[in-house]
């Protein structure tokens, strides 16, 4: 079945870049999700990629998508300490359905 | 409403008792997903409202769990004789049009979740 994989935990210095990668399977999935999560908080919908796009730019958010390898990264520049919370990465089911499937989700610290 | 809303926010349940968790979606929103994050884990599919169709319950962990959505709006996840590994954050999310790409303004909004509830079984 389907499955996306994520490192658990990352840690870096305010100021610093951090990159948050993420694997997935299913090849047919369409869009690709970053999610966030504060402590106590709901999951707030960060940026997506749709899959015929290598990257995607938001302000300080960089998605790459290399769908050959099914590899999704998520990188923040400027980290700030408001920055720390889970982060998890969603493919969109291909079906018709259109569920999204969750990774376990990187705990991202960002010390001062 | 503007966003997904769940109540209760949080929930301390004795062992053995039943409850009831609701969620109400973004209003025409005719997708509706449970979900159960527990401490340390990811999300953990539980069951999936679409329309008048069938519910895909799939995700459901076992015959205690059942949920309803009734006038294809407002679900209510019931959890009976509870357990303590019940003990969970349960997200509830809304989405339009599942299985092809709404756009509004060019963006994909993907799921609309709920700030969840926080089910504590002693």
Known sequence: GEDVEQSLFLSVREGDSSVINCTYTDSSSTYLYWYKQEPGAGLQLLTYIFSNMDMKQDQRLTVLLNKKDKHLSLRIADTQTGDSAIYFCAERDGGSQGNLIFGKGTKLSVKP | ?122
């Open chain 2, 1 to 122: 409403g503007a966003g997904v809303s769940q109540s209760p926010s949080n929930k301390v349940t004795e062992k053995g008792k039943d409850v009831e968790l609701r969620c109400d979606p973004i209003s025409g929103h005719t997708a509706l997903y449970w979900y159960r994050q527990s401490l340390g884990q990811g999300l953990e599919f539980l069951i999936y409202f679409q329309g008048n169709s069938a519910p895909d319950k799939s995700g459901l962990p076992s015959d205690r769990f059942s949920a309803e959505r009734t006038g294809g709006s407002v679900s209510t996840l019931t959890i009976q004789r509870t357990q303590q590994e019940d003990s969970a954050v349960y997200l509830c999310a809304s989405s339009s049009r599942p299985g092809r790409d709404l756009r509004q303004g060019g963006i994909n909004y993907g799921y609309t979740f709920g700030s969840g509830t926080r089910l504590t079984v002693v």
